[in-house]
């Protein structure tokens, strides 16, 4: 089992940035990737960014050039920078994490909120 713990959601203007980190635990070793889902109310949750154990990246549309995905393997953390907020990235942004073989991620964090006010 891996447990993923994310922090620093909250309320932002339009325009600012905000630093998402989230931390793994557990069989981290059996961890293909890890990224970044958001889910708005009302709305389908949506992969916004994925960094494989390699480094690369990949970005939804609707964040690329604004939104920065990394990751610190010393201390087990992948970070989401997101810069030039918009109201829409107003969401619960949800930390993943995809074992190797799997379709889909298969450990879910508890999730953060994030509020851009216009």
């Known amino acids: 089992q891996v447990q993923l713990v994310e922090s620093g959601g909250g309320l932002v203007r339009a325009g600012g940035s905000l630093r998402l980190s989230c931390a793994a635990s557990?069989?981290?070793?059996?961890?293909?990737?890890m990224g970044w889902s958001r889910q708005a109310p009302g709305k389908q949750r949506e992969l916004v960014a994925t960094?494989?154990?390699?480094?690369?990246?990949s970005y939804a549309g609707s964040v690329k050039g604004r939104f920065t995905i990394s990751r610190d393997n010393a201390k087990n953390t992948v970070y989401l920078q997101m810069n030039s907020l918009k109201p829409e990235d107003t969401a619960v942004y949800y930390c993943?994490?995809?074992?190797?073989?799997?379709?889909?991620?298969?450990?879910w964090g508890q999730g953060t909120q994030v509020t851009v006010s216009s």
């Open positions: 993943n994490a995809r074992r190797a073989l799997s379709l889909r991620p298969d450990y």
């Open positions: 557990g069989s981290i070793f059996s961890i293909n990737d």
């Open positions: 960094i494989t154990n390699d480094g690369s990246t």
